[in-house]
């Protein structure tokens, strides 16, 4: 089993469609979450970055994390065609220390 | 802030020769920085941590002296692949993290190796 699982998807959405996008982890020792978003040939973006459990907010995006469930979502609302790019999931013990990294989810946003 | 620059971002090489790979923090100190490995339609593997002044840390499975990464100072690690073969082609990045505050973990561009 893979210490933070991602669906690859493809994921494929209508412009302005509400997105999710979800991990799952086993490791409970984690605390601090990302998700970055990764454009074909360029290297992540951090999109959001989340201490511990709660939600977060940031313009069009929203992320969660349940650590009772071991699960983290973004949320993309109205999402755009410049949304279309694989959005990664990825966390760590403390900061600073190596990042796990889930599979990577494609996202498509049709125009 | 908290750029860091990688270089090149494309090189092709010849099997067999030796090929570095350059990761700056442009604007901060980065006391540590991680080297990625990405293969196309995959996520990124760690292939190790790199402090500065101090020896890196390989994961499991990496050749460190096929890898041989540098960090000699708070702004610059280099990552040189020696002995390039075709399967190491693939796509680099790296990461650095502050000394402190907000600085965390942003990763440079990539560097895209293509071995002929």
């Known amino acids: 089993q893979k210490e933070v699982e991602q669906d690859p998807g493809p994921l494929s959405v209508p412009e302005g469609a509400i997105v999710s996008l979800n991990c799952t982890y086993s490791?409970?020792?984690?605390?601090?979450f990302m998700w970055y978003r990764q454009y074909s040939r360029k290297g992540p973006e951090l999109l959001m970055y989340?201490?511990?459990?709660g939600n977060k907010e940031d313009g069009r995006f929203t992320a969660q994390v349940d650590k009772s469930s071991k699960y983290i979502s973004l949320f993309i609302r109205d999402s755009q065609p410049s949304d279309s790019a694989t959005y990664l999931c990825?966390?760590?013990?403390?900061?600073?220390?190596?990042?796990?990294f889930g599979a990577g989810t494609i996202l498509r946003v049709k125009s | 802030g908290a750029v860091v620059s990688q270089h090149p971002s494309w090189v092709i090489c010849k099997s067999g020769t030796s090929v570095k790979i350059e990761c700056r923090s442009l604007?901060?100190?980065?006391?540590?920085m991680f080297w990625y490995r990405q293969f196309p339609k995959q996520s990124l593997m760690l292939m190790a941590t790199?402090?500065?002044?101090?020896?890196?840390?390989?994961e499991q499975g990496v050749e460190k002296d096929k890898f041989l990464i540098n960090h000699a100072s708070l702004t610059l690690s280099t990552l040189t692949v020696t002995s390039a073969h075709p399967e190491d082609s693939s796509f680099y990045i790296c990461?650095?993290?502050?000394?402190?505050?907000?600085?965390?973990?942003?990763f440079g561009a990539g560097s895209r190796l293509t071995v002929l």
């Open positions: 990461s650095a993290v502050g000394i402190s505050g907000a600085n965390v973990l942003t």
């Open positions: 604007d901060f100190q980065a006391t540590t």
């Open positions: 490791n409970s020792a984690f605390q601090y």
């Open positions: 989340t201490y511990s459990s």
């Open positions: 990825a966390m760590t013990v403390e900061y600073g220390n190596k990042l796990v």
């Open positions: 790199s402090n500065e002044g101090s020896k890196a840390t390989y």
